[in-house]
């Protein structure tokens, strides 16, 4: 069947808003990046409008988290998605000033907020104030497995090292003479310092995520080859693998 202008100009419409609609659930890399972007965007615009200071690359975490190392739905959230972040993944692999602990939970309040306001909320979420409530609930055992050194990472476990050495991370030559005396030290002392290591997680995408002001993101798995990890600088908070 031929189509006549109208249908051809209707097709165009119609897959020109197919681009435009991210998918909330990716299955690649290149749709995660589409869905990501406009997440963040459309949560900073809401962010100004309910007139809410931003913090600098409001959203990265939970919408990181989510997709790389829980379900990869990024509007669709659960009690059990925010103890898996905020429990289990931040004492892993961020690190943070004790002053700034308040922050992280703020942002996933305001994060689901935004969701539920804006029609996001994929509906068969827990209701938003159900999530909300879990996450004031949570709060004392979040800052106690924040400062459970047994939760580490290896990379949290050698950062936190530089750190405590005087290293500032945001000083490519402090971290790079830090990472020649470490791999000069005796092995002994390497596994001492790096320990036994977590138990095995939810494989991660292999994503890193540019850093904001205040974020690095760097996860290493099996869907798609493991990227350099960047210099941390111009960061207060570190995350990584």
């Known amino acids: ?89 931040h004492p892993a692999k961020v690190m943070l000033e004790d002053d700034d602990l308040d922050e992280v939970l703020e942002e996933a309040k305001n994060f689901i907020g935004f969701l539920d306001e804006t029609g996001l909320l994929d509906p068969e979420s827990d209701p938003a104030d159900v999530l909300v409530d879990h996450l004031d609930a949570i709060e004392k055992q979040f800052r106690l497995n924040m400062a459970d050194a047994s939760r580490y990472s290896f990379g949290k476990r050698l950062w936190t090292t530089a750190v405590g050495e005087g290293v500032r991370l945001d000083d490519r030559a402090s971290v790079e003479a830090f990472m020649a005396n470490f791999n000069a030290r005796p092995i002994a002392e390497r596994d001492a310092i790096l320990g036994p290591g977590l138990p095995p997680r939810p494989a991660a995408t292999g994503k890193f995520s540019p850093p904001g002001r205040h974020r690095l993101l760097v996860s290493i798995g099996p869907r798609c080859p493991a990227p350099p990890i960047r210099d941390p600088a111009n960061t207060s908070s570190l995350r990584v693998v």
């Open 1 to 89: 069947m031929e189509l006549g202008l109208p249908d051809l100009v209707r097709a165009g419409k119609d897959e020109a808003m197919a681009r435009t609609t991210p998918d909330w659930e990716p299955e690649n890399e290149e749709d995660y990046e589409f869905a990501r972007s406009e997440l963040k965007s459309r949560f900073a615009q809401w962010l100004a409008v309910v007139g809410i200071e931003s913090r600098g690359d409001d959203g990265e975490a939970p919408i990181h988290y989510k997709w790389a190392y829980v379900d990869g739905h990024l509007t669709r959230w659960r009690c059990r998605d925010l103890d898996e972040i905020y429990l289990e993944l």
